[in-house]
């Protein structure tokens, strides 16, 4: 018996027919595979397709995810704490779910999710097989793709004994390339990135204006409140007050300020004053 064929348009397979007819009555309604029609008429529960788009959000919840989520046969899904629900229903939001929302989040959209995997290199098993890069992207958005990774698997703490605080990121020591990559993306130097005697790799970010740039940029985010509320935006640190109160000093000594009067007014030793200008204005060092 002659076989007509002819192939099906979504996925390419090819479809055999027994008949002219059944080919024509195909060809002419553009039929495609029984599998794709199952998916195409789906009723879902969520569209994960705005985890594709090029914004802040999306790469938010993209970082969120390769940090605390799990990719496997067209599904991801995550769970977190009671405390954190408010975050699963922020994710729900976005991806417009129509289930229950307890503990976590568990979604299937295949062809959207093996998009996305392809799209940031994302493997099943992401733990010890990390994306080879994470730079071939916008990197304005990936900023926001760093954020995402802090909420989903790292720390926001107080500094001992100070006012600012610390990042810390702890994760398999295959990560240790992309680790240096959130340095570079985040204008921060890499040498911060080490890898522990348990053999973890860890970043460690506790330059105040590094934390508190990150603390601005999470305000455009849905981010998880109870970590960066932490971070005091108006905190300035020892370092930079320091070099702050240095250029003013040097920019008064520079319009003939008489030493003592920029003492006064600034509430510092005349000697600090003489130290300066002695090492910056005399030898025209500014």
């Given at each position: 018996?002659?076989k007509?064929?002819?192939?099906?348009?979504?996925?390419g397979?090819?479809?055999e027919?027994?008949?002219y007819?059944?080919y024509?009555?195909?060809?002419?309604n553009?039929a495609?595979c029984r599998s794709?029609a199952?998916?195409?008429n789906?009723?879902?529960?969520?569209?994960?397709?705005?985890?594709?788009?090029?914004?802040p959000?999306?790469?938010?919840?993209?970082?969120?995810?390769?940090?605390?989520?799990h990719?496997e046969?067209?599904r991801?899904?995550?769970?977190?704490?009671i405390?954190?629900k408010?975050q699963i229903?922020?994710f729900?939001?976005?991806?417009?779910w129509?289930?229950?929302?307890?503990?976590g989040?568990?979604?299937k959209?295949?062809?959207i999710?093996?998009e996305l995997c392809?799209?940031?290199d994302i493997?099943?098993?992401?733990?010890?097989?990390?994306?080879k890069t994470?730079l071939?992207?916008?990197?304005?958005?990936?900023?926001?793709?760093?954020?995402?990774?802090?909420?989903?698997d790292g720390?926001?703490?107080?500094q001992?004994?100070?006012?600012?605080?610390?990042?810390?990121i702890?994760?398999h020591a295959?990560?240790?390339n992309?680790?240096?990559e959130f340095?570079?993306?985040?204008?921060?130097?890499?040498?911060h990135?080490?890898?522990?005697?348990?053999?973890y790799?860890?970043?460690?970010i506790s330059?105040?204006?590094?934390?508190?740039k990150?603390?601005k940029?999470?305000?455009?985010?849905?981010?998880?409140?109870?970590?960066?509320n932490?971070?005091?935006?108006n905190?300035v640190?020892?370092c930079?007050?320091?070099?702050?109160?240095?250029?003013?000093?040097?920019?008064?000594?520079n319009?003939n300020?008489?030493n003592?009067?920029?003492?006064?007014?600034l509430?510092?030793s005349e000697?600090y004053?003489?130290?300066i200008?002695n090492?910056y204005?005399?030898?025209?060092?500014?």
């Amino acid at each position: 018996m002659e076989k007509y064929k002819r192939i099906c348009k979504i996925c390419g397979k090819e479809l055999e027919y027994n008949s002219y007819s059944a080919y024509w009555l195909a060809e002419k309604n553009n039929a495609i595979c029984r599998s794709c029609a199952s998916r195409k008429n789906a009723k879902r529960k969520c569209d994960l397709s705005p985890l594709l788009d090029e914004t802040p959000e999306a790469y938010y919840w993209v970082g969120f995810l390769l940090a605390d989520g799990h990719f496997e046969n067209g599904r991801i899904k995550f769970y977190l704490g009671i405390k954190d629900k408010d975050q699963i229903k922020k994710f729900a939001n976005f991806i417009k779910w129509k289930g229950k929302i307890g503990s976590g989040i568990s979604v299937k959209h295949t062809e959207i999710v093996e998009e996305l995997c392809k799209k940031f290199d994302i493997k099943h098993n992401k733990t010890y097989e990390p994306p080879k890069t994470v730079l071939n992207h916008n990197k304005e958005l990936l900023k926001y793709l760093v954020i995402g990774f802090i909420d989903g698997d790292g720390n926001i703490e107080k500094q001992y004994k100070r006012k600012g605080c610390f990042i810390r990121i702890k994760i398999h020591a295959s990560w240790e390339n992309i680790l240096k990559e959130f340095c570079e993306i985040i204008e921060y130097d890499s040498t911060h990135v080490k890898i522990n005697k348990q053999g973890y790799a860890i970043l460690y970010i506790s330059n105040s204006a590094t934390v508190i740039k990150l603390k601005k940029e999470s305000t455009k985010i849905p981010v998880l409140k109870r970590k960066w509320n932490k971070i005091d935006e108006n905190f300035v640190s020892r370092c930079i007050s320091s070099k702050i109160l240095k250029e003013k000093i040097i920019k008064m000594l520079n319009n003939n300020v008489r030493n003592k009067d920029i003492s006064n007014e600034l509430k510092i030793s005349e000697s600090y004053v003489s130290n300066i200008k002695n090492k910056y204005v005399k030898k025209g060092r500014l």
